[in-house]
Structure formats: C-alpha cells, structure tokens
C-alpha cells in the first residue's frame, strides 16, 4: 500500500489521451479499494466507443471524454459482471477532475498511467482495450456463474491485471502500477483471462 494520491494534486484539466489503471475507496469502506480502468480523450473522436464514451465538465467549462472498465461483485450469487461507466467509478473521476473532493469520505480516485506495450501507439492500445473488456463483459453474461468472486484472490484487481496483461502490458509495469493508498488485494493474480478471448 501506498504511491501517490492523485486526489492530493490539481487537476490540469486537459491531459491528452491516458489510460489509467484507478483505484476508489468502496461504498462501504473508505479503507478498501475498487479497481478499474480509466481511458481520457480530448473528443469523443478520438474514443474507440464514443457511443458509450461519457464527457465531464466542471464549472469552469473545462471537458474531458472518459471510459471507465471494472468488474463488479453480483451480490445475489457471488458471482461477476463488467460494467462500462459505473456510476461510482464515474463520479469518483469527477470528484477529481473538477477539484471538488472534500475532506470528508469521498471516492479518493487516483489513478496511475499505462503507457502503451512496446510497438503500440495510444489509440490502437485503447482499441484493445475496449474490444477485450467488451469481449469480457459478454463472456461473463453468457457464462453466469462460471466465476465467483474472491475478496483474496479474484476480484476488481484481478479482472484489470489481467485485461492489462492480455493487451500486452508487460509484468513489470503492471507491477509497478497496482499499488494504491488503502487496501489492494488480488491485484497480481489471474483469474480471467479466458474471458478476453
């Protein structure tokens, strides 16, 4: 646990085409964290999704395009979904681009970059990453109860260390990018692999 908090600095508004592997406290617990994937554009055009592809504006006018990725626990049976744009994970990105976290209990975003896999430029690293989280969210609605979730080991952090893996985001980085202020668990294991395919 640890890196650097995101939420503690200034948001520049305007940060060019990233993708974040993010964290956010949880509903229920600022001490755990939720882990997904953040993708930013300057224009829906640049967006591999722009049909699912959400703009964020803050009161100064400033607007960002963004794309959000994560599993989620389907409470009933303990089992797994991907959403696209989670309300949570949404606002949560908000809270920080417009400057209005507060001291009291927040989401806390923070996020760290990933830079493309050697070979790659940023929009046909995006590309990849969208067409294999939607290849995901599919696999698992047509599989339900295939997987369940683990708290340990099979989790938030497992499905973006894997999603990153499959694209080709070597160890190393991943690594090097999955340490978050709070609680991170299951965040180098693997568990989801086949459902990228």
């Not at 650097?4 to 520049?12: C, G, I, L, S």
């Amino acid at each position: 646990m640890g890196g650097n908090r995101m939420a503690a600095e200034k948001p520049t508004g305007y940060d060019g085409m990233n993708v974040y592997w993010a964290a956010r406290d949880v509903e229920f617990s600022p001490v755990g964290n939720h882990h997904f994937v953040i993708m930013t554009f300057h224009s829906l055009e640049e967006s591999p999704n722009p049909a699912q592809t959400v703009t964020i504006s803050d009161e100064r006018g400033r607007k960002i395009h963004v794309l959000c990725y994560a599993l989620f626990l389907t409470v009933l049976d303990w089992g797994v979904e991907v959403k696209i744009n989670d309300d949570s994970d949404l606002k949560a990105y908000e809270e920080y681009f417009c400057n209005s976290q507060g001291l009291l209990w927040d989401f806390d975003f923070e996020g760290h970059k990933i830079p493309p896999p050697q070979g790659m430029d940023m929009p046909e690293f995006m590309r990849k990453i969208n067409d294999a989280a939607l290849k995901s969210q599919d696999y698992l609605a047509h599989h339900p109860g295939q997987y369940s979730y683990s708290f340990l080991e099979r989790n938030c952090a497992t499905w973006v260390n894997d999603l990153l893996a499959y694209v080709g985001v070597p160890d190393e980085v991943r690594r090097a990018q999955n340490d978050f202020f709070g609680l991170d668990l299951g965040a180098e294991s693997t568990a989801f692999m086949s459902t990228f395919r």
